[in-house]
């Protein structure tokens, strides 16, 4: 069985500064893995997802995600948040069949 | 190229009543997903459809609950004599091929039962 954790239900961080939402998971065989993202009362819209690769992914809206399987995490990051990345994130692992696992997912709250 | 429609955007159903959603998935995508998000939770898979297959439904419930992608016209997910317990938000998302693509997502339908 897969699955995913989000160890932090919510993240406070001030614009300007560095953010991150931790990701980990457990599949069999090699896992492919992506970011979403969900404002209020919408669908998810995509970020990013890895594959195979750079273990450094570029998604949108300036988000990248560190894949390091030695961990078995997928932490996604932005060097500078704004307020308007305030949302709720979702961390959400595959397998064959491409059935997607989701995260509980983690509220991001940038204060001005 | 519109992206993944749904409707209703809200439905309300009394209990006992039928509920039926629907999904028109992206233009070009043969594979269709549905998935429910219960209020501050993350999406539960439900169930995963081809063009008049279903491949994967191990998350639905076995009762009260079907899915179909008809050769024509949007996919289908069907509840029988609704609960309460089934209020949440139903979303679909479609993706042009299988492993690895992303999946994109509709705003989803908010199903309230009462």
Not at chain 1, 61 to 75: I, L, R, V, W
Request: aromatic residues 12%.
């Amino acid at each position: 069985a897969q699955s995913v954790a989000q160890p932090e239900d919510q993240v406070n961080v001030a614009e300007g500064n560095p953010l991150t939402v931790k990701c980990t998971y457990s599949v069999s065989g090699n896992p492919y893995l992506f970011w979403y993202v969900q404002y209020p009362n919408r669908g998810l819209q995509f970020l990013l997802k890895y594959i195979t690769g750079d273990n450094l992914v570029k998604g949108s809206y300036g988000f990248e995600a560190e894949f390091n399987k030695s961990q078995t995490s997928f932490h996604l990051k932005k060097p500078s948040a704004l307020v308007s990345d305030s949302a709720l994130y979702f961390c959400a692992v595959g397998a064959a069949g491409n059935k997607l696992t989701f995260g509980g997912g983690t509220r991001v709250l940038v204060k001005p | 190229n519109a992206g993944v429609m749904q409707n209703p955007r809200h439905l309300v159903r009394r209990r006992g009543q039928e509920a039926r959603l629907r999904c028109s998935p992206m233009k070009g995508h043969s594979h269709v997903y549905w998935y429910r998000q219960l209020p501050e939770e993350g999406l539960k898979f439900m169930v995963y459809l081809q063009k008049e297959n279903i491949i994967d439904e191990s998350g639905m419930p076995k009762e009260r609950f079907s899915a179909e992608f008809p050769k024509e016209g949007p996919s289908i997910l069907r509840i029988q004599q609704v609960v309460r317990g089934d209020s949440a938000a139903y979303f679909c998302a479609s993706s042009p091929a299988a492993w690895g693509d992303e999946q994109y997502f509709g705003p989803g339908t908010r199903l309230t039962v009462t």
